[in-house]
């Protein structure tokens, strides 16, 4: 047996899953014409959701390090669109995302540099502070961020400038285009988080993750692995800052406060954190939760609080987790009958 | 000398556990610690893997002061562990828990040498680990567990091994086959350092002996030696 040979084995193509990822994503694109316009446009935020989300849960599910400031990255994220917009003039989605990024990425370093030191409850009250530093100078710097009014954004170009948004139905053409720009996104940041959890460094996280002892005595430098991973979280938290504000046509400074910290913990958890489509199942469907309690009912947030205490006494391996659970409890019986 | 551990003391919070503690390690050499449960034998080798810092004295690894590298760092010197209780990543399956491995052995000096193929090595020394290598940690026996624990130190191509209680509950026959493995282990001149508390154990392997009792090292010399010391047998039979 040779290192090839080890390799073949953990590299093998799970061929069965790319299938139904496949089939997944040709579902999404074949959609919109057939759920309107308003369920176009909750579903592009539940992708956008999912993003955040995903990029979350590399720290969370694959790290161990539970972060309550990946707000301030979606924040950065949005608030990095609006500047360009406002004080350089660009419109292009293209040009948002390639200066946006490593915006997001610098901020997520900086942060990560100071909290990937700590674990546990220290880890996570840093980074609260952190993010929420930011949220007082975005509301309280008025005259650079809008304060509590924000920014607004107008609908960018996309594809470099090939798809404008102006004129009569310009909207329902901005929808329509913007879901199948945010699934291709989606779509690539799901393959880049899936090589990465799957490459050896996604490896070292998980080892780090169980016993973080035994993974230093495999030469493993901690703090170097946890910050690469909370930079790597960040940038894709950021990333779905920049697709988000676009959409909503405005940033304000709650995106960078601590419950939109817990929103996506909770999509996270809704989803779940061990396994790698929870936190994209629960990104999509929390989108779902929170716009039909907000629609429902003004005590929204007790709604969304008892399904969160729910998800965590009946399933607290998340949604995707139990479905899990349950069909590997019946596979052994299918093999039998 | 590959490893010198000279004069150490080591703490556990307020008790002092090892007192002026001093051992070697040569180049191709089996080297056994014995001693009772709480005598020592963990805390010696964790302070040579860094795991517990040392209150004073030295711990040179091939004249190098490594004294206060972090563990990370002592590895990638070529120092691999396989711990008393395996340390394997139950999540993780059996080829992916020696893949972190393997990634760093090429800084490791034996593996920057070239021309090693630590992975294979460790695999030669264990063939039973390639059928169970999709198998998730969590579901290895105890004696998978302490298989793939050795095949994973061995592929950062080490060139000492410290394997603390290598052989305990195991089976006879599984026993013979571990110590086989440590033969092997010393044939592809891998240096090892044993943690023991059966004295048979290891005198049926090593080249010398070091016997711990009470944080101090009360003998040192071949298995012969030691088993011929009616004092080293008493203090071992308690």
Redesign the interface.
Known sequence: MTVAAVSRVQYRPKLLLFAAAAVVLMLLALLPPYIGLYQTQLLTYGLIAAIAALGFNLLLGYTGLLSFGHSAFFGVGAYSVAFLLRDAGIHSMELYILIGLPIAAVISALFGYICVRHTRIFFGILTLALSQVLWTLAYKFFWVTGGSDGLRVARPTLLAGMLTFTGGGSFQRFINAYYYYVLGVFAICVVIMWVIVHSPFGKALQAIRDNETRAAFLGLRISRFRWVSFLISGTFTGLAGILWVPLNGLTTPEVMYWPFSGEIVFMTLLGGFRNFTGPIVGGVLFTYLKTYAVATTEYWQLLLGVVLVLLVMLLPTGIVGAISAVAGKLRPREKSS | MLLEVEAINTFRGPAHILRGVTLGVDDGEVVSLVGRNGAGRTTIIESI???LPVRSGHIRFRGEDITKL???K???RGIG?A?ENS?I?????V??????????SD??ARGAAGGV?A??QA?TVF?EV?KF??RPGLNLSGGQKKMVSIA??MA?APSLMILDEAFEGLAPVVVRRFRDAVMMIKGLGISLLLAESNLTSAAAIADRLYVIDRGEIIFQGTPKEALANESVMRTLRG
């Open positions: 893997t860094g795991l972090p563990p990370h002592r590895a990638k562990y711990p340390g990543f139950p999540e993780l399956t080829a992916e828990n020696l893949m972190i491995s393997r990634w760093l800084k490791t193929d992975e294979a695999l063939p390639a290598l999709e994973r130190a950062l």
